[in-house]
């Protein structure tokens, strides 16, 4: 091969490997504009004694409707220590608007084009889905424009080996199967802060769709009686 087909050779490898790291540095510096989620973000120790006082309320009812479970008694006591033995608190209260590390497709959405940063928006609580030892976790209410195609709630405490991400599979269990809890969402009762229930479920089918797994669990709760939280949140992007 002559020197000058070798020498043209080069030039070309070496133009094919700029393209590369000019495409490579191009996609960093767009990825890192773009948020990872759009959030609403809801300050954990404004609202720390509220929450907390919001789960005893609940746990109380329950174990004066249902005294013969022992783990109720285990996290109510824990609600009261500032070191807790079996429960955890989630670093950040917050409820994802958009995932777009999930979903980049929604870069489209109305929802994200029309998104500001620190807007005010009211997040309505006033209904305890609880699982002893493992999870409290409430459905939340608010209005402001999401695509929606779950449950939206926020994860209050876990226990064991429950993961946050659990508490999605648990409440699309509990209002995508069961009609008649389904019926409550859709026709506002679990909304309603006037709307009260205790329900003691057992043979709740949980499917992890991240893990390919499901179980069936005994003593799932779903309360509401008068307690009934507001919080103030903000609208965030996050980016890591």
Same mark, same amino acid.
């Given at each position: 091969m002559k020197e000058r /087909? !070798?020498? +043209?050779?080069?030039?070309?490898?070496?133009? =094919?490997?700029? =393209? %590369? *790291? *000019?495409? %490579?540095?191009?996609?960093?510096?767009?990825s890192d504009k773009i948020p990872k989620s759009l959030e609403i973000s809801i300050n954990k120790?404004?609202?720390?004694? /509220? *929450?907390? /006082?919001?789960?005893?309320?609940?746990? %109380?009812?329950?174990?004066?409707?249902?005294?013969?479970?022992?783990k109720v008694k285990l996290d109510f006591d824990d609600l009261f220590e500032e070191k807790k033995k079996f429960l955890i608190e989630?670093?950040? !209260?917050?409820?994802?608007?958009?995932?777009?590390? $999930?979903?980049?497709?929604l870069l489209n959405s109305k929802e994200y084009? +029309?998104?500001k940063e620190d807007e005010n928006i009211e997040v309505n609580i006033s209904t305890l889905v609880y699982i002893p030892g493992k999870v409290m976790v409430v459905p939340i209410f608010l209005n402001y424009?999401?695509? *929606?195609? #779950?449950i939206p709630h926020i994860t209050l405490m876990l226990g064991g080996e429950f993961r946050s991400i659990d508490s999605n599979y648990l409440l699309k269990s509990l209002f995508f199967e069961n009609k008649e809890l389904r019926n409550l969402y859709d026709e506002g009762f679990i909304k309603d802060p006037k709307f009260q229930v205790n329900l003691h479920l057992n043979d709740v089918r949980i499917i992890y769709e991240d893990r390919n797994f499901? #179980?069936?669990?005994d003593n799932v709760y779903l309360v509401k009686y008068d307690s009934h939280l507001v919080l103030?949140? $903000?609208? $965030?992007? !996050?980016?890591?």
């Open positions: /087909e !070798i020498s +043209n050779i080069l030039k070309l490898d070496m133009k =094919i490997c700029i =393209i %590369f *790291v *000019v495409l %490579f540095l191009f996609e960093f510096a767009i120790t404004e609202y720390h004694h /509220e *929450v907390h /006082e919001f789960l005893q309320d609940n746990l %109380f009812h329950i174990l004066t409707e249902y005294p013969k479970d022992d989630p670093n950040d !209260i917050n409820y994802k608007l958009i995932d777009l590390k $999930k979903d980049k497709s084009k +029309n998104f424009p999401h695509p *929606v195609n #779950e499901q #179980e069936f669990l103030n949140g $903000k609208t $965030k992007k !996050i980016y890591s």
